[in-house]
């Protein structure tokens, strides 16, 4: 994989605008590690949800809070980590949203598309309070589409578990 | 994020062109069809082929506006869905909800 040397840190303030900064960054990183548009274009999706989440749920819009993105390179995977600075979150309480009763509500998505554009998606609670959640996606391994997969219902990938509200 | 509004044969013909993403896009999309709705419209079809990206923000808004249109008595319609937002509204299989078109006479025809 070219670049393996590649990691930058990146903190935001919680404003949904500062997502398209983090966009950016991402999207450049990926591209010099060499991953096509359309895997680009997954990544880049689950990394928004992240931070969106991060900032909507986890730090509840309080601009003064950060938001940390963190991308790395560790063997043929790529692992963005995005940090909060709430109260902690348990992925097990989000409802699948392809069941018939949530199909048409608007919200609780994101970790669902987070899990089906991405190879693995973590949760822990940090020591020193928020949420980290952890991305991996396997790069310049066998050729791959790059497309979204099936996920597994929201829940059923998470790390440590803490108290949270529904994302 | 730019949306254009015209009307044909009674139905709303909406192009957002851009993102429809959280805090940018999906407010706008919310705001042009307050709009339309307001101004009496009833079917309201969605040109999607210059959305270049959704999230789940996004998707949140399409669904809200179904069920406001349908609650209202109308229908909402999706048009020329590109294959990543596609790819998007399969896999939470909210494509099972939308009706979707390719061709836009046969679109307004449906109505």
Avoid: C
């Amino acid at each position: 994989m070219p670049s393996d040397h590649l990691h930058f840190k990146l903190a935001i303030d919680s404003r949904f605008e500062n997502i398209e900064l983090v966009q950016v960054v991402v999207n450049d990183s990926l591209e010099r590690l060499g991953l096509g548009e359309d895997e680009r274009h997954w990544v880049d999706l689950a990394v928004r949800e992240a931070v969106a989440n991060a900032i909507k749920h986890g730090n509840r819009g309080e601009a003064g809070k950060k938001v940390e993105i963190d991308l790395a390179v560790e063997g043929d995977e790529v692992v963005v980590q995005v940090a909060d600075e709430g109260e902690g979150f348990d992925p097990g309480t989000v409802n699948d949203p392809r069941a018939p009763e949530n199909l048409l509500r608007p919200d609780g998505r994101g970790l669902f598309y987070m899990q089906s554009f991405m190879d693995r998606v973590d949760y822990a609670v940090r020591s020193e309070g928020g949420t980290v959640v952890t991305l991996r996606k396997q790069v310049g391994g066998p050729a791959r589409n790059g497309g979204p997969d099936e996920a597994e219902p929201p829940g059923t990938t998470g790390g440590e578990r803490g108290e949270g509200t529904k994302r | 994020m730019k949306i254009d509004a015209r009307t044909r044969d009674g139905v709303t013909v909406l192009k957002p062109k851009g993102k429809i993403t959280i805090g940018v896009g999906d407010v706008a999309l919310r705001q042009a069809v307050h709009e339309q709705l307001e101004g009496g419209a009833k079917h309201l079809l969605i040109d999607m082929s210059g959305v270049t990206t959704m999230d789940s923000s996004g998707v949140g808004e399409l669904v809200s506006t179904y069920t406001t249109v349908t609650n209202r008595g109308g229908k909402l319609k999706l048009l020329h869905l590109p294959p990543k937002v596609n790819d998007v509204l399969q896999i939470t299989q909210l494509i099972t909800v939308f009706e979707t078109y390719e061709d836009e006479d046969e679109a307004v025809r449906s109505f």
